[in-house]
C-alpha cells in the first residue's frame, strides 16, 4: 500500500528538493553546547493536518505521517507530487484540565509556498487542509 509514495519520495528526496518553513526562533535551549529545543514562531499559513487517535502514541503518529505521505506523493486533486517541507509537525492533544496526554495526535505538513494560495484537495477525507493563524512550535 505505501510502496508507491515511498518510491516517489526516493525518487525525490535530493535536499535541495526540501523546502524549510519560514521561521523566527523566539528562544534557544542548550545544555553542554548541544541544542535541546527551540521556540519557533511560524507566520500564518496553511497545513494539511490529520488527527489520529489509536490506542499508542507512536502507532497513531505513523499512521498520521503515512496518510499524509499519500497526499504529497500524488494522492491529490492535482495529482501531482507536492514536495517535502520540513519539518513535519506534529500536535500533542491533553485533556481538558491539561495534565495528561491524550491519544489523540494531530500531524501536519506545511504546504509549499507555491501551494498556499490553492493547495491540491486530498482524496483522503481524514486530511483536512487547515489556515493556522501565526504559530509557535517547539522543535528539537
Avoid at 553546547?33 to 494539511?48: C, N, P, S, T, V
Avoid at 489523540?104 to 489556515?131: G, K, R, S, W
Wanted: charged fraction near 25%.
Amino acid at each position: 500500500d505505501m510502496a508507491e509514495p515511498i518510491q516517489q519520495l526516493t525518487r525525490n528526496n535530493s535536499p535541495q528538493e526540501r523546502q524549510s518553513i519560514p521561521f523566527t526562533v523566539m528562544q534557544r535551549k542548550e545544555k553542554l553546547g548541544d541544542l535541546l529545543y527551540e521556540k519557533r514562531q511560524y507566520g500564518k499559513a496553511k497545513w494539511a493536518c490529520i488527527k489520529m487517535k489509536e490506542k499508542q502514541y507512536e502507532q497513531s503518529i505513523c499512521l498520521g505521517f503515512m496518510k499524509l505521505m499519500r497526499y504529497i506523493c500524488e494522492q491529490n486533486s492535482s495529482g501531482l507530487y507536492l514536495g517535502i517541507t520540513i519539518p513535519i509537525v506534529t500536535i500533542v492533544h491533553t485533556d481538558e484540565s491539561r495534565s495528561a496526554v491524550t491519544r489523540a495526535v494531530t500531524v501536519a505538513y506545511y504546504l509549499p509556498e507555491a501551494l498556499q494560495e490553492e493547495p491540491p484537495q486530498p482524496f483522503d477525507e481524514d486530511i483536512v487542509i487547515e489556515e493556522w493563524p501565526p504559530t509557535i512550535v517547539y522543535s528539537r
